[in-house]
């Protein structure tokens, strides 16, 4: 194993391992993504701007072989819906519906449920305006909801939020401020380590692209502090994120400067000085793929190459790493 110095690349004989070239749900991406209960879970989707989003529910309890749940869960704004386990219940909310078609619309819906067939709605119309692309996460035992944008093919910098709002229940929420510090944006991702919350890359994607590689901590949601102004990472949206071995992980994403894929793979454990991991065998370029940690690996699974994949990848790092 060879260590690099801060924020060069690492090269490490750990490989990505191919659990399921085919998984039995559908090819997707921007899908919903949890743990819960000892088991991965695939919420919805996107299939094709111009189709409704599926609303089906799949789950698995090593990542290779996957049940249908639910064929049909009651929710319907399942495109770059935001998605994360919470006392004892998986929370599906916000997103996007229909498309390009008529009748588009984003959400502000609420949803729990305990075993992934039976849901319930907690609130037809959070706080926070509707919308999709938000970072969802549990931070000192509460959720919180940061970003996010109105609409989807159709908005502009108008749509964009950088809001910060947090509830105890999931049907009444308060906001902790309404323009924090960074720049209003979707397709962020956040993260929880060591007592701070973080959230960082993300932009916009249409009609006026713009993406960031900024890094921004708070204790309290209300007072942020940017961590690093330019990460190492090029500037991405629609990436994949988790926070394994005490480190926040940024994987994959697209980006339209240039327009392409990522299969890049960094870690930080401050959110200021970033590594590169370059294992020596890993997954095709893709962006809007489900990120787990799961059996002390993180899981990558299907996403968009393009074609759509519904491929499950997983990578255990040595203990001694």
């Known amino acids: 194993m060879i260590l690099s110095p801060v924020g060069a ?27 819960f209960k000892s088991r991965l879970w695939i919420l919805g989707g996107w299939f094709d701007s111009y189709a409704k989003p599926p609303r089906d529910v ?13 064929k049909s869960a009651p929710w319907i704004h399942s495109d770059l819906a935001m ?6 219940k998986m929370w599906m909310m916000g997103g996007w519906y229909n498309g390009r078609l008529k009748g588009h619309s984003a959400s502000n819906e609420v949803w729990s449920s305990k075993d992934g067939v039976h849901w319930k709605l907690k609130t037809k119309q959070a706080t926070w305006t509707p ?11 509460k959720l919180w909801l940061l970003g996010g944008t109105e609409d989807y093919y159709f908005g502009d910098a108008k749509s964009l939020k950088n809001d910060v709002w947090y509830s105890s229940d999931g049907k009444n929420w308060k906001l902790a401020t309404g323009h924090a510090p960074w720049s209003p944006r979707a ?10 919350l973080y959230i960082f890359g993300g932009g916009n994607y249409v009609p006026e692209y713009h ?3 900024d890094v921004w901590s708070t204790e309290d949601g209300v007072h942020w502090t940017e961590v690093c102004h330019q990460a190492p990472w090029h500037e991405r949206i629609w990436f994949s994120s988790v926070v394994y071995r005490n480190c926040i992980w940024v994987m994959g994403g697209w980006s339209n400067d240039p ?18 991991l370059k294992p020596a065998v890993t997954w095709q370029a893709r962006h809007e793929a489900s990120a787990f940690v799961f059996d002390d690996k993180i899981w990558i699974a299907g996403g968009n190459t393009p074609p759509l994949v519904n491929d499950i990848w997983s990578l255990k790092l040595p203990k001694d790493w």
């Not at 750990?14 to 039995?24: D, G, K, L, R």
């Open 9 to 35: 690349s690492a090269q490490y004989k750990s490989t990505w391992v191919v659990e399921n070239p085919h998984a039995q749900w559908q090819a997707r991406d921007s899908q919903g993504e949890l743990v």
């Open 83 to 88: 998605s994360v386990a919470f006392r004892n």
């Open 259 to 276: 327009s392409k894929n990522w299969s890049d793979i960094w870690y930080s454990k401050d959110g200021k000085d970033w590594k590169e």
């Open 58 to 70: 799949w789950s698995s309890g090593d990542g290779r072989s996957w049940k249908l749940v639910n």
């Open 211 to 213: 993406a960031r590689n």
């Open 187 to 196: 397709y962020l991702q956040a993260a929880v380590l060591n007592g701070k």
């Open 131 to 141: 919308r999709l692309a938000a970072a969802l996460i549990v931070f000192k035992g």
